[in-house]
């Protein structure tokens, strides 16, 4: 069975920082890529970030450029996304995929969703 269990979230002020990891289990982490999601009320879900299984190979959402930086362990089957300089407008609840595809944005490209958790901005 796959989880995907995340952590990290937590209220933090305009200009703070935050680091979530996701911790994935049953499956080769190893051969799929990973991504942040994230989902503000009365908003669709929307790609932040994601990392292929090649090491290096990153893509992010314009509105997290510079700001945020997603990075993975194969060893110990992580992944983890540091966000700083966070605005009142990135709280939302940030879930964690897994994708046996290269990297997509797309929320069907994801076989295995995380329970999510909250990120809040206060201004």
């Known amino acids: 069975q796959v989880q995907l269990i995340e952590s990290g979230g937590g209220l933090v002020q305009a200009g703070g920082s935050l680091r979530l990891s996701c911790a994935a289990s049953g499956l080769t982490f190893s051969r799929h890529s990973m991504a942040w999601f994230r989902q503000a009320p009365g908003k669709e879900r929307e790609f932040v970030a994601a990392?292929?299984?090649?090491?290096?190979?990153?893509y992010y959402t314009d509105s997290v450029k510079g700001r945020f930086t997603i990075s993975r362990d194969n060893a110990k089957n992580t992944v983890s996304l540091q966000m700083n300089m966070l605005k009142p407008e990135d709280t939302a609840v940030y879930y964690c995929?897994?994708?046996?595809?290269?990297?997509?944005?797309?929320?069907?490209?994801?076989?295995?969703w995380g329970q999510g958790t909250q990120v809040t901005v206060s201004a």
């Open positions: 995929a897994a994708s046996q595809q290269l990297i997509r944005l797309e929320t069907r490209a994801y076989d295995y």
């Open positions: 990392i292929g299984w090649v090491v290096g190979n990153t």
